[in-house]
T-cell receptor
């Protein structure tokens, strides 16, 4: 079935380090791909998205490119800050509409130390 | 704009009891989806409501039921609570048709079953 696999955490980095969180997916059809972030005690916030192959989503210094050939959507940031500490979820949505269900990975915890 | 609001924030129930969780969607949204997030896991899709009908359902037993009201708000009901139902329950709202929008999540209801 359709699924998302993320690298296990926690990922611990020093401030200003480069971040990569790996995400691969399995899906029938052509999914849209998302990264959500969850800060402690809060719900999910959409960080970025890509709706077709080779699209690059970006927001707040984070980037991810939809790679159909490797079924991947890795999250990157050139210089992390302490405020980026959170849990990051990769997700896919099938169908062309706005309302298909989201399928999430298990989440990757990022800890950034000063 | 208040965004997606959920109530209550936290609650504790005893095994076998029933619980009702509430969600008000973001202004202008007409579709509500519910997700269950167990500790340390990614959210799992429970079901989605549009036009007061259940449109999609995930792999959850019939103990989980829902309702959508004419003002688009929604309730999630869980009967015969089990310890394994302890989780963060997230509500997400979106727009069924029209210009592409993404799902907005509420902060969730933390349910503890003892």
């Amino acid at each position: 079935g359709d699924s998302v696999t993320q690298m296990e955490g926690p990922v611990t980095l020093s401030e200003e380090a480069f971040l990569t969180i790996n995400c691969t997916y399995t899906a029938t059809g052509y999914p849209s791909l998302f990264w959500y972030v969850q800060y402690p005690g809060e719900g999910l916030q959409l960080l970025l998205k890509a709706t077709k192959a080779d699209d690059k989503g970006s927001n707040k210094g984070f980037e991810a490119t939809y790679r159909k050939e490797t079924t991947s959507f890795h999250l990157e940031k050139g210089s992390v800050q302490v405020s980026d500490s959170a849990v990051y979820f990769c997700a896919l949505r099938l169908g062309s509409g706005n309302t298909g269900k989201l399928i999430f990975g298990q989440g990757t915890t990022l800890q950034v130390k000063p | 704009d208040a965004g997606v609001t959920q109530s209550p924030t936290h609650l504790i129930k005893t095994r076998g009891q029933q619980v009702t969780l509430r969600c008000s969607p973001k202004s202008g949204h007409d579709t509500v989806s519910w997700y269950q997030q167990a500790l340390g896991q990614g959210p799992q899709f429970i079901f989605q409501y549009y036009e007061e009908e259940e449109r999609q359902r995930g792999n959850f037993p019939d103990r989980f039921s829902g309702h959508q009201f004419p003002n688009y708000s929604s309730e999630l009901n869980v009967n015969a609570l089990l310890l394994g139902d302890s989780a963060l329950y997230l509500c997400a709202s979106s727009l069924f048709r029209g210009r592409a929008t993404e799902a907005f999540f509420g902060q969730g209801t933390r349910l503890t079953v003892v």
